[in-house]
């Protein structure tokens, strides 16, 4: 059984800083693309970011590049993502995903195969 489980989130202020954390298990995680999208209230889910599952190519968003980073551990299956320089904006729901691809990182939902259950980010103005 595959699991996904997102850590990490909370209320912080503007400007303020978040490490989002997600463990994965019941799969081969080093087989995987591992991506971060969110759900603000009121819209639909938004890709952000993903990285290869060789951890060497990662891909991001015009909204989040140069604040946000993805990162990955295959010696811990876990994904991460840093949150830096936060606005009232990046309030959503925030899940991780993980993709069973080797060439290529989808960057839309229906690329991926597993999805966690979120965690809320809420930044304060």
């Known amino acids: 059984q595959v699991q996904l489980v997102e850590s990490g989130g909370g209320l912080v202020q503007t400007g303020g800083s978040l490490r989002l954390s997600c463990a994965a298990s019941g799969l081969t995680f080093s087989s995987y693309a591992m991506a971060w999208f969110r759900q603000a209230q009121g819209k639909e889910r938004e890709f952000l970011t993903a990285i290869k599952w060789s951890g060497d190519s990662t891909y991001y968003i015009d909204s989040v590049k140069g604040r946000f980073t993805i990162s990955r551990d295959n010696a811990k299956n876990t994904v991460y993502l840093q949150m830096n320089s936060l606005k009232p904006e990046d309030t959503a729901l925030y899940y991780c995903?993980?993709?069973?691809?080797?060439?290529?990182?989808?960057?839309?939902?229906?690329?991926?195969?597993?999805w966690g259950q979120g965690t809320q980010v809420t930044v304060s103005s």
């Open positions: 995903a993980a993709a069973r691809v080797r060439i290529g990182v989808p960057n839309v939902e229906k690329g991926y195969d597993y």
